[in-house]
């Protein structure tokens, strides 16, 4: 046998003991598919005005999303309407590539009359989940892009005293539809004792309110403990009070991402100073889950109410195309109750003349038959 012989020999040769099949490579596979594939995530950030939440997001994925943006004066902040600004930015990290949607909501909350300010923004939710609902309902479904929100980072002001009115009204309106994580921003505006207290307070008013927030999933049995007090302390931790800053400081002589105030530095990414790393923690290592939530949870209750309105399913399963964003007219049913009516009709005509030549065919058969005896 010639080396190269031996050598194809041994790519199909069995390593392992006898019974060993080779299915334990399934994950492999997978993880293989997945990262040529990439990975897509779209998260919303909604808040007043002059919260950081885009000084966070730089902060959060050390990227510029927001490079020409013009900050309104207090003037046309008056009259201001809610705005959906959508940044895609495509962020690789060791062959790994993640496709970064942000959906940002400039104006929220920032009218003197801020009673209707968050429809804008469940329309668009809402949208989302119809785009994906028609392009999966279409002939081609492989190349589906998903825009569906995923997760909302709703951000408190840490200047009040718990949630205000519209921080309330906003998150009961949301909560069925996306997956909300409550945020107290700028935290070095606080002690850690008022942090402590303000924290405890917003959680006492989301569960008097019924305000469901992204709960975090239990860590299996199975898992390390290193990974089940990861997910201890974010739980505890929650809502996450975070500082953001995108300038580097010298402290202790190594460079550092954070704020500079005359009595000290507030370091970004400092676990003793703020939430920022317990954030970014709970966003990468709960991505999938976020989306399985979206997914399994949240589309599915829209999926299952649009169906009730007026989609309706062909003989295959598959959702019929529907319109883009409004439901049927009562009249566009009546008429459709119609079509399919009269298409009945002229199918069981079809059928009853074909029933009836059938039946003369025979006859005339049988009386060619006698008339040959």
């Known amino acids: 046998m010639s080396h190269g012989d031996k050598a194809k020999q041994g790519q199909f040769s069995n390593p392992e003991t006898p019974g060993y099949v080779g299915f334990a490579n399934l994950p492999n596979q997978v993880h293989r598919k997945s990262v040529k594939k990439g990975f897509e995530f779209t998260l919303m950030v909604v808040g007043e005005s002059g919260l950081g939440k885009s000084t966070l997001i730089n902060s959060l994925f050390l990227t510029d999303l927001y490079p020409e943006r013009i900050i309104p004066g207090a003037a046309e902040k008056i009259e201001r309407t809610v705005q959906i600004e959508a940044s895609t930015v495509e962020i690789e990290e060791r062959g790994v590539k993640l496709r970064l949607t942000v959906v940002d909501t400039p104006g929220y909350g920032d009218a003197i009359n801020s009673q209707d300010c968050f429809s804008t923004i469940i329309s668009y939710i809402d949208d989302q989940f119809e785009r994906y609902l028609h392009d999966e309902s279409g002939l ?11 997760c909302c980072f709703y951000f408190i002001s840490p200047l009040g005293h718990g949630l205000k009115p519209l921080d309330v009204q906003f998150m009961k309106a949301i909560h069925n539809k996306v997956n909300v994580v409550p945020v107290i921003a700028k935290a070095d505006t606080l002690t850690l004792r008022e942090r402590e207290r303000l ?80 954030l970014r923690t709970m966003l990468i290592t709960h991505m999938q889950d976020l989306q399985e939530v979206t997914q ?22 598959y959702i019929l195309p529907l319109s883009p964003v409004k439901g049927p007219e009562p009249e566009e049913k009546d008429k459709d109750m119609i079509l399919q009516e009269k298409e009945a009709e002229l199918r069981r005509m079809q059928e009853m003349i074909a029933k009836m030549q059938a039946q003369m065919q025979r006859q005339g058969e049988g009386e060619g038959d006698g008339s040959h005896m």
Do not use: C, M
Request: aromatic residues 8%; proline residues 4%; neutral net charge.
């Open 140 to 150: 081609n479904r492989r190349h589906i892009v998903d825009n569906r929100v995923h």
């Open 199 to 278: 924290k405890r307070r917003i959680l006492d008013e989301i569960d008097e309110h019924g305000i469901k927030i992204y709960h975090l999933p239990d860590a299996e049995s199975d898992e390390d403990e290193d990974f089940k007090e990861q997910t201890r302390i974010l739980k505890a931790s929650i809502p996450f009070a975070v500082v953001g800053s995108n300038q580097q400081i010298e402290a202790k002589g190594k460079k550092v991402r954070g704020r500079l105030y005359p009595w000290g530095v507030v370091e970004v990414e400092n676990p003793e100073h703020n939430d920022f790393l317990k």
């Open 296 to 317: 399994d949870l949240h589309y599915e209750n829209f999926r299952s109410e649009r169906l009730k309105r007026g989609g309706r399913l062909s003989s295959h399963g």
